[in-house]
Nanobody, 114 residues
Framework: QVQLVESGGGLVQAGGSLRLSCAASGSIGNIHAMGWYHQAPGKQRELVAAIMSSGGTAYADSVKGRFTISRDTAVTTVYLQMNSLNPEDTGVYFC????????WGQGIQVTVSS
């Protein structure tokens, strides 16, 4: 059974930073990519950042230069360092792993106050 456990969310003032973590366990198989989606209140879930098995990364335009995605050497934990947060970053962040199928975390709340 695959499990993704997110941590690190919370409430922060605009301009502040948070670091999200997502630990994967279980029989995931060969991971092609790991990353994070953001779902703002009343909006659809959108890709924020992804890191591929090659180490390549991709970011949404809205977070380039502010967010950094990374992973541990075992490729079981993915991190999202979020700097210069603004109220538009508020919402639920979901981590995912893409292998033979996509698995999702339960989501973690990030609230940025103005």
């Amino acid at each position: 059974q695959v499990q993704l456990v997110e941590s690190g969310g919370g409430l922060v003032q605009a301009g502040g930073s948070l670091r999200l973590s997502c630990a994967a366990s279980g029989s995931i198989g060969n991971i092609h990519a790991m990353g994070w989606y953001h779902q703002a209140p009343g909006k659809q879930r959108e890709l924020v950042a992804a890191i591929m098995s090659s180490g390549g990364t991709a970011y949404a335009d809205s977070v380039k230069g502010r967010f950094t995605i990374s992973r541990d050497t075992a490729v079981t934990t993915v991190y999202l360092q979020m700097n210069s947060l603004n109220p538009e970053d508020t919402g639920v962040y979901f981590c995912f792993t893409s292998a033979s199928m996509v698995h999702w975390g339960q989501g973690i709340q990030v609230t940025v106050s103005s």
